[in-house]
Structure formats: C-alpha cells, structure tokens
C-alpha cells in the first residue's frame, strides 16, 4: 500500500515509524512532515488542511490509505471530503467524518452526547457573548476552583482553572466579549472541578468494533511539579500504574462502550481513534474531554508499545473487520520526554542547529518541530522539538534512559521537565 500521514508532528513521526517497518508499506507520504519524517518517507510541502492539494497528491502518488494525524483537518471534514468525491472514496481515511469530529470541535457537543448516553462527566453549562452576565451568576454558585473552556479549537490552550472567583468572572469576559482565545471562545463551558489524577484512555474503532490500547498519562504544565503555563505536552508514560484492570473494567463498561455505541445511535460515522482524556475521583473514572486522533506526547509511547502491525490494523478499521485483531501490547513500561525550546509555550526562537541526534543509541528519537536547512542539517522549527523515548521493566528506569539520552542533545537555549512521572 501506499500510505499518505498528514501532520508535522511527534505523533506523526511515530506513526511513520511504525507503518515503515509493516510489510504491507510500499511507500510512505507525509504531509509536511518533519526532519525525522524525511528519512523514513517522502515529507510533501502540502498544509494538512488544503484538501484540494491533497486530493492532487493522492491522485499522482496512487495513495490507498490516509491517516490523519491533527484535529484540524478531521474538524474541517476531510473524510466527508474523501467519500463525496467519485475518484476518491475507495481510499481508506484513518480518522472520523466531520459530525465524529465534533466530539473534539465543541465542548458543548462532547458534553451534550456524554449526557445523552449517560457517560459520567463534570457538571457544565455553556455561555455566549449574549448571556455573558448570566455566566458570572453561575461561577457564584460553584465552588472553587473554577473551570472554563473554550468550546472550539484552540491548539490544547483553551481551558482555564482559576481559584479566584473575580479572575474567573474577569477571564469568562475576556473570552466572550474579548475574543481571548479567538472564535474559539465564542462559546464557554463553565464545569464543575474534579478533584483526582488525570489518564489518557485510547480507544481504536471501526464504526462497529473497538479495541483499547495501552493507557498514558502526559503532563501538560512548562515547570516542574507541574506548574505554569499549559503546553502541548512535555512528557508521557504508559502503563499509568494506577490504572488497575478493576478501574479499566469501568471505563469500558462506563465510557468506552457507551461511546462507540452512543456513535452508532446518532448515526454519527467513526473511523479512527477516540482519545478519552480521563480523571479519577477515589475509584471512579469521569470524562474530562474527547479527542477525535492521537495525543501527542502519547502517541510516543502509546505505538511503541503496540506490537501488531500497523498497516494491518488500519486495513482492518476501514474494512471494518477490528474484531479479527488481537493486538499484542509490549509488556515494558514506555516514557517519552519532550525536549523544546526555550521560551516555549510563549515566544521562541526557530533555527537552532541541533547536534547529538545519532548518538543516542538507547531510547528512540521522534522528532516534533524540526526541519532541514537549505545545507541539510536539522534544525529547530517549532516549540515542541524532541521526543525521547524509552522502554524498560519499570517507568522509573525507562524515565532515566531517557534523561541519560538527552544529555547527549543539545540546541541553543533547549529545555526540558526533569521530574516527568514525578506524581506517580
């Protein structure tokens, strides 16, 4: 097969390394990719999000199937794209139509479906411009501290927890009437904290058929401890020790299965991944969020540790025959640690020439915000840069390899979270 992977990222990375080492590859495209994408595949100057360019490349290239890396072009409606196009439809999407991608694209929709299907989630009530006032009335009936969430897409930047309830009140305004986070926010769901420990739970579906992957947990925050400002993600582990199998029973039972069932209800199309961003309250899993593709850092650990053979499994979602796979999970632990640049999440330099790449010998390295130079050597071209990843018995030791790799890197003004797995 031919197979086009839309997206620049570290997921992407690892999803080319993964499709590369399957049989069934022929050759692989990514679009745009990145400096690690280059050497597994041909990386193609095409946005993941101009569909029109894209339907010119999987033409020319004789493209079987495209796996969808981002949100964006899913909330967009690429695969509604794909199917209502005569010379296109044949080919297989990895990822849901635009009504699945909603699940993601809204806030308000997400919580609409879980109370819909009775799958347990915080409290909420979503507000607009319009009822700005009767907002700052509801965050006086909460207790702090206080969450807001941009209903749209807003690049993982989007949700507020504030103590205060002034600054929740001030903030709730900011986002309405100042466009804080842009069209984004021009819908907020207040909701109801839950205190517990955060998980990611994957799920993979082919419309009819699930099968869950390995679970992981990231850690969003810039500093140590967990503190500052949000990110895209600094770092991940899978297994999460204390997702135990009584705990994955509920969310089977609570969560996954009523989502994959309450899709075929709403006769909503899925292809693809559901990434259930979990929390556990005592012994309780509740829904925090859906995301309609792979997160990222996870992905770095999460397919390192699936053991099939990716391909097959796609194959097997667009055929919509998931319930012949037995997918064979790596019993190590896995981390991934983000190395970016420094300023990041706010403000950073691109171009930073980046050095000790094929030293590292023991952990994997996927690369996230890279790019070639005009004389071929990898540079800087995004916050995010590097992802070390490890594998060991435990994910203490598996963590250690991992720093004990990046201290072979180096970038101008590089950094990093030295306590990834720190809470565990």
Not at 303 to 308: A, D, F, L, S, Y
Not at 356 to 368: K, N, P, Q, T
Not at 419 to 424: A, C, K, N, Q, S
């Amino acid at each position: 097969m031919n197979i086009l992977i839309l997206g620049s990222g570290g997921r992407e990375h690892t999803i080319t390394w993964k499709l590369a080492q399957s049989a069934k590859t022929t050759k692989l495209y990514v679009a745009p990719g990145n400096a690690g994408t280059e050497e597994i595949a041909e990386n193609i100057a095409i946005k993941a999000t101009d569909f029109n360019a894209i339907k010119q490349l999987v033409t020319q290239k004789a493209i079987d199937m495209v796996v969808v890396g981002p949100e964006d072009p899913l909330v967009l409606g690429i695969h509604d794209f794909f199917l209502q196009d005569e010379s296109l439809k044949h080919i297989t999407v990895i990822g849901p139509s635009k009504a699945g991608a909603q699940l993601e694209g809204s806030k308000e929709f997400a919580k609409q479906f879980m109370a819909r299907h009775g799958i347990p989630t915080a409290a909420y009530h979503s507000f607009t411009r319009e009822t700005v006032s009767e907002g700052k009335r509801f965050l006086e009936t909460m207790n702090p501290p206080y969450v807001l969430k941009a209903d749209g897409l807003a690049a993982g930047k989007g949700v507020l927890i504030l103590d205060e309830i002034e600054k929740a009140k001030d903030e709730l305004e900011n986002m309405l009437v100042d466009a804080k986070f842009g069209d984004a926010s021009s819908k907020v769901v207040i909701e109801e904290f839950l205190d517990g420990i955060e998980l990611s739970v994957f799920v993979l579906t082919d419309g009819k058929h699930y099968k869950i992957l390995p679970t992981a947990k990231d850690y969003k925050r810039i500093g140590e401890g967990d503190v500052g400002l949000n990110t895209g993600g600094m770092g991940a582990i899978s297994p999460v020790p204390f997702a135990d199998e009584s705990f994955m029973q509920k969310v089977e039972d609570r969560i996954v299965k009523p989502t994959v069932q309450g899709l075929q209800q709403d006769n909503i199309p899925y292809k693809g991944f559901i990434f259930i961003g979990l929390i556990k309250v005592g012994e309780e899993p509740y829904v925090i969020e859906y995301n309609v593709r792979m997160g990222d850092p996870e992905t770095e650990v999460v397919i390192p540790r699936t053991q099939n053979d990716l391909a097959e499994v796609f194959e097997a979602v667009g055929d919509q025959t998931l319930n012949t796979i037995q997918l064979e999970i790596d019993g190590r632990a896995a981390t991934t640690v983000m190395v970016v640049s420094g300023g990041y999440p706010e403000a950073y330099e691109k171009g930073m020439s980046i050095s000790g790449i094929e030293e590292v010998e023991d952990s994997l390295v996927f690369h996230a915000g890279t790019k070639l130079d005009k004389d071929g050597k990898i540079v800087t071209d995004g916050g995010r840069v590097i992802a070390v990843t490890s594998y060991d018995e435990d994910f203490r030791m598996a963590i250690k390899k991992s720093y004990q790799s990046i201290a072979k890197l180096h970038f101008d003004k590089m950094y990093y979270r030295t306590d990834i797995g720190f809470d565990l």
